[in-house]
Nanobody, 123 residues
Framework: QVQPVESGGGLVQAGGSLRLSCAAS????????MGWFRQAPGKERDFVAA????????YYADSVKGRFTVSRDNAKNTVYLQMNTLKPEDTAVYYC????????????????WGQGTQVTVSS
């Protein structure tokens, strides 16, 4: 069993930055692909970024490429999402998820989910 727990959300002005963290207990962390997703009110849960178990491969949605960076520290069982140049359209609940196979942009393929953290970007 894996239990991701997100932190670091909050309110920020457009153009600002936030760093989200996700600590995951349970199975060998370095074997897990970790993904970040977000869900705005009334919308579907969308892929944001993912990182392979070793951290050697990262993947991004086009909407965040060049602004967001995903990274991980396997010694701390933690994955991060550094978000720069935030826009009002980035406002959403951000979720951390884990899966034991390779990366995917499909939420349904992730096995373990955190409770989410709210990110609000004001204009």
């Amino acid at each position: 069993q894996v239990q991701p727990v997100e932190s670091g959300g909050g309110l920020v002005q457009a153009g600002g930055s936030l760093r989200l963290s996700c600590a995951a207990s349970g199975r060998t962390f370095s074997r897990l692909t970790m993904g970040w997703f977000r869900q705005a009110p009334g919308k579907e849960r969308d892929f944001v970024a993912a990182i392979s178990g070793s951290g050697g491969n990262t993947y991004y949605a086009d909407s965040v490429k060049g602004r967001f960076t995903v990274s991980r520290d396997n010694a701390k069982n933690t994955v991060y999402l550094q978000m720069n140049t935030l826009k009002p359209e980035d406002t959403a609940v951000y979720y951390c998820a884990a899966r034991g196979a390779g990366w995917s942009r499909l939420p349904s393929l992730y096995d373990y989910w955190g409770q989410g953290t709210q990110v609000t970007v004001s204009s």
